[in-house]
């Protein structure tokens, strides 16, 4: 029989910071609109960031997939990078216009990701999982708007 030791103590549960977590998303729902003008008749975006001395400038790319009344569904894409292990690096958000919040629903081939995990899990995702995505999308998009110019002007 296995004698537990009173003094450990037992580790506290992951709680989901609400609060936390929606003021990330209305402030991408924001860094959005401010790169991504005239939102309603354009389908795509594209930014060169500039990067620290003497490393090539990184391509963004901002695609609009999918327009409904109250949402919209975008592909942000990194083209074109300084460190071959950073290309190829997408998110897919969703923006509800209603609530005035942008989430990353997707990341590569990564769908569906849950507010919280149990750690360890089989895919090794972090108990904040969700949390942290939508951060790096927050910081993403800053350094876009901090660094960032229009590559060039893509027509529909």
């Known amino acids: 029989m ?6 450990v103590a037992k580790k506290a549960s992951y709680v989901v910071d609400l609060r936390s977590q929606q003021a990330e998303c209305e402030a991408n729902y ?4 401010k ?3 005239s939102l309603e008749q354009r389908e ?5 960031v500039e990067a620290k001395g003497e490393l090539p400038a990184e391509k963004i790319q901002l695609t609009m ?10 592909e942000i894409k990194q083209a074109q990078s300084a460190h071959p292990f950073e290309q190829d ?3 897919r958000v969703r923006m509800y216009h209603d609530a005035r919040m942008a989430e990353v629903v997707s990341w590569n081939k990564h769908w569906n990701t849950r507010a919280s995990y149990d750690y360890p899990n089989q895919r090794m995702y972090q108990k904040d999982e969700k949390l942290q995505l939508n951060r790096f999308l927050g910081e993403w998009l800053a350094h876009c ?4 110019r229009v590559a060039q002007r893509i027509t529909d």
């Open 89 to 91: 690096r997408v998110l």
């Open 65 to 74: 997939l999918e327009r409904a009344p109250y949402t919209f569904t975008l």
């Open 44 to 48: 795509s975006w594209e930014y060169q």
């Open 2 to 7: 296995p004698v537990s030791n009173p003094r």
């Open 30 to 33: 924001v860094r959005l609109c």
């Open 35 to 37: 790169l991504m003008p």
């Open 145 to 148: 708007l901090a660094r960032g």
